[in-house]
């Protein structure tokens, strides 16, 4: 991409096709929020937001109030749900910019309905219960009575009735099943008492593809859109993939003799005389110093090794193989180029973690470029950029 050091190419027709996926496991009756919190885990939540409502998606999921308030400053009028818990400081622009939020107990409930009786408005409101993720949420045994609490607040609609699943990736899904089973005897209870909002929603990505019965009104799904384990995706046979490549290119190159010293404290010492490409990207941009001479890059379609040091700004290749490598010459970190691939989940599985943590902390100066797969119908064939978007992590 020309005039950029380091960027991420985002592809737009990839995120349509995984939402498709998506769409037609649960079918047209069962609502899609798509989560974009981190900022669409780092692929940018304003652009990723309006194309998974164009593809279908029904509503969006955010990790906080300055999120939401971000979609919202953008022209996003549909649904948006805080999925997190917000601080009493937040409240005032949640209810102004409607904003449904998740409560987790009833120790808010007076201000959120003070606060949107103030604004005459009426905040929705989804009861998160906690039945076995031991994150947020109200226990199973409370949820009757603090969405008795909510209905009572004229200003406060119960809109929504929610759990997160936390194994849905193990073998056994005992525990998940476990954690149906608690969620289904709140809802019951709750039906019984005549008060069942009208969205019920469980599942994530995969679970919505593993428990059929967490479908319920609604399912939440994240890297399912933007294609974050491949791996996992193929044992379950789900036709869905990648929408991401990091790229960066050469800005220097120089011939070094045998035994010549790469980066910091000497990490890498050359076997042989060889050439030496340095990449402006380093652990400021989100490629982890973890990495230091344990990861590879693509120059030309061939694999080259990272040697030496990651450090702040730049990496070092060694491309002494690679004769006809120039200065300038794209070098792919994560994704295509020619036969050879590779996998974020390649390099997350190199230093232990999974591939969306690698994402969420790609970071201000990875360009985010927007593109269009050019052998099919196109939205957009001109590649569109954002601006920068804010660097955000949740959890
Ligand atoms: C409450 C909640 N729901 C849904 C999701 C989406 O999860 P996934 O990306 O696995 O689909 C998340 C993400 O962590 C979440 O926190």
Not at 52 to 77: F, M, P
Not at 134 to 163: D, F, H, Y
Not at 383 to 391: A, F, G, K, Q, V
Request: with cysteine.
């Amino acid at each position: 991409m020309r005039g950029h050091r380091v960027w991420a190419e985002i592809d737009l027709t990839a995120l349509r096709r995984n939402i498709a996926v998506v769409r037609s496991e649960v079918g047209r009756r069962t609502r899609i929020m798509a989560v974009v919190k981190a900022d669409a885990y780092g692929h940018g939540a304003v652009q990723i937001s309006n194309h998974a409502l164009a593809a279908g998606c029904d509503a969006l999921g955010v990790g906080d109030s300055a999120e939401a308030l971000e979609l919202r400053d953008s022209g996003i009028t549909r649904p948006i749900l805080i999925l997190g818990a917000i601080i009493e400081e937040e409240i005032p622009q949640v209810v102004e910019y409607d904003v449904a939020v998740s409560v987790h107990s009833s120790d808010l409930l007076d201000l959120l309905d003070r606060e949107a009786r103030r604004q005459h408005r009426l905040l929705r409101v989804h009861l998160k219960i906690d039945t076995g993720m031991g994150r947020l949420g109200a226990s199973p045994a409370r949820a009757a009575e603090i969405a008795r609490e909510i209905v009572s607040r004229r200003n406060l609609e119960l809109e929504g009735l929610c759990t997160h699943l936390s194994s849905v990736a193990s073998a056994n899904g005992a525990y998940t099943r476990q954690q149906l089973d608690r969620f289904q005897e709140a809802v019951a209870e709750l039906d019984r008492l005549g008060l069942r909002p009208p969205i019920i929603h469980v599942a994530n990505s995969v679970g919505l593809f593993t428990f059929r019965e967490a479908h319920f009104d609604m399912v939440r799904t994240g890297i399912t859109l933007y294609g974050l384990g491949p791996g996992l995706f193929a044992r379950l046979n789900l036709s869905l993939h990648p929408i991401l490549s990091l790229k960066t290119r050469i800005a220097f190159l120089k011939n070094v003799p045998e035994e010549s010293a790469i980066g910091y404290d000497q990490s890498y010492v050359t076997p042989k005389a060889t050439r030496i490409a340095t990449c402006p990207v380093g652990y400021n941009d989100g490629y982890p110093r973890l990495l230091t001479n344990r990861a590879f890059a693509l120059v030309r379609g061939r694999r080259v090794p990272v040697v030496g040091t990651v450090t702040m700004d730049y990496i070092m290749l060694d491309v002494g193989d690679l004769e006809e490598a120039g200065v300038g010459d794209e070098v792919t970190l994560v994704g295509r180029d020619g036969l050879e691939e590779i996998r974020l989940e390649e390099l997350a599985r190199t230093i232990g973690t999974i591939p969306y943590e690698l994402t969420c902390g790609f970071g201000r100066r990875v360009r985010r470029v927007y593109l269009e797969t050019p052998d099919l119908p196109a939205v957009a064939r001109k590649p569109i950029e954002t601006p920068l978007s804010l660097r955000a992590c949740g959890s």
